[in-house]
Antibody, heavy 117, light 110 residues
């Protein structure tokens, strides 16, 4: 099982980025998926979750209305579209594969998003 | 401020036991009884060590154990070893693809 995030970069406040998470070693369409972030020196924060089919999503209040999670199961890829980025969005963003409930058995290596002037 | 409250830090000597608490509300824990604990060493991704309150994934030593009473989940590490030093996070499933993480606890092995 591998999860490989990409798309992290430095961006100015108000900018946009799209993160991707390419997975292998398991059938993406069989799993709900999560995005979790970790600001420098801080704790883990759940960002978004998406159902296995992509029909249902949920977001942390801190990103609701600005971030959109999606997936292309045919491409084995998960996405996180981020708009109106703020300094407080600076973090390493992980995609994560759940193993039921709050159990996460595989994490990507993370991709760093830096929002600053 | 996280909806799951953990002590910022705990410490103990090698060979001793340490317990990390994770306190929330009934709405945070919901009716799923799905609490996990993650260990994170500096520069590494989190690693699951307890799921479904008490279950250990294969490969995790039985020195790690989880429990829950009321609105407080706990992680106990017995026979503390130097490599146990790191950050520990509790996490609850709150329904509708939502996770709630605790603020994290830094474990220092003296």
């Amino acid at each position: 099982v591998q999860l490989l995030e990409s798309g992290g970069a430095w961006v100015q406040p108000g900018g946009s980025l799209r993160l991707s998470c390419a997975v292998s070693g398991f059938t993406l369409r069989s799993y709900d998926m999560y995005w979790v972030r970790q600001a420098p020196g801080k704790g883990l924060e759940w960002v978004s979750g998406i159902s296995s089919s992509g029909d249902s999503t949920n977001y942390a209040d801190s990103v609701k209305g600005r971030f959109t999670v999606s997936r292309d199961n045919s491409k084995n890829t998960l996405y996180l579209q981020m708009h109106s980025l703020r300094a407080e969005d600076t973090a390493v963003y992980y995609c994560a594969k759940p193993c039921g409930g709050s159990c996460i058995d595989h994490w990507g290596q993370g991709t760093l998003v830096t929002v600053s002037p | 401020q996280s909806a799951l409250t953990q002590p910022r830090s705990v410490s103990a000597s090698p060979g001793q036991s340490v317990t990390i608490s994770c306190t929330g509300t009934s709405s945070v824990f919901g009716g799923y009884n799905s609490v996990s604990w993650f260990q994170q060493h500096p520069g590494n991704v989190p690693k699951i060590i307890i799921y479904d309150v008490t279950k250990r994934p294969s490969g995790v030593p039985d020195r790690f154990s989880g429990s829950k009473s009321g609105n407080t989940a706990s992680l106990t590490i017995s026979g503390l070893q130097a490599e146990d030093e790191g950050d520990y996070y509790c996490c609850s499933y709150a329904g509708t693809y939502t996770l709630i993480f605790g603020g994290g606890t830094k474990l220092t092995v003296l």
